[in-house]
Nanobody, 121 residues
Framework: QVQLVESGGGLVQAGGSMRLSCSAS????????MGWFRQSPGKEREFVAA????????SHTDSVKGRFTISRDNAKNTIYLQMNSLKPEDTAVYYC??????????????WGPGTQVTVSS
């Protein structure tokens, strides 16, 4: 129903910045809450950030609050994750996700394939 594709990952030096994008298709993007998750080897997938249907409400996990910012452009069917002051601990595969309604809930309904972010020390 909803297809998600992440882009913008890669290698960055600690303290640097990176912007991830997620393009959505196959659904009513502007009506859905969206989110970012990440997973490192040996660790469980964790919530990073979420944004409601309009972009007027966002949530960021404490470890990235003040450094990462989720945003969306409904006209482009795209969400973004601006990552500043990156730390080696941020190294992970980052996944875009779509929820089943317009506001964040516990479990997303759809996932992208992920994009690798590597932060060197």
């Amino acid at each position: 129903q909803v297809q998600l594709v992440e882009s913008g990952g890669g290698l960055v030096q600690a303290g640097g910045s990176m912007r991830l994008s997620c393009s959505a298709s196959g659904g009513t993007f502007s009506s859905l809450a969206m989110g970012w998750f990440r997973q490192s080897p040996g660790k469980e997938r964790e919530f990073v950030a979420a944004i409601n249907w309009s972009g007027g409400w966002t949530s960021h996990t404490d470890s990235v609050k003040g450094r990462f910012t989720i945003s969306r452009d409904n006209a482009k069917n795209t969400i973004y994750l601006q990552m500043n002051s990156l730390k080696p601990e941020d190294t992970a595969v980052y996944y875009c996700a779509a929820y089943s309604n317009g506001y964040w809930t516990t479990t997303p309904a759809y996932w992208g394939p992920g994009t690798q972010v590597t932060v060197s020390s």
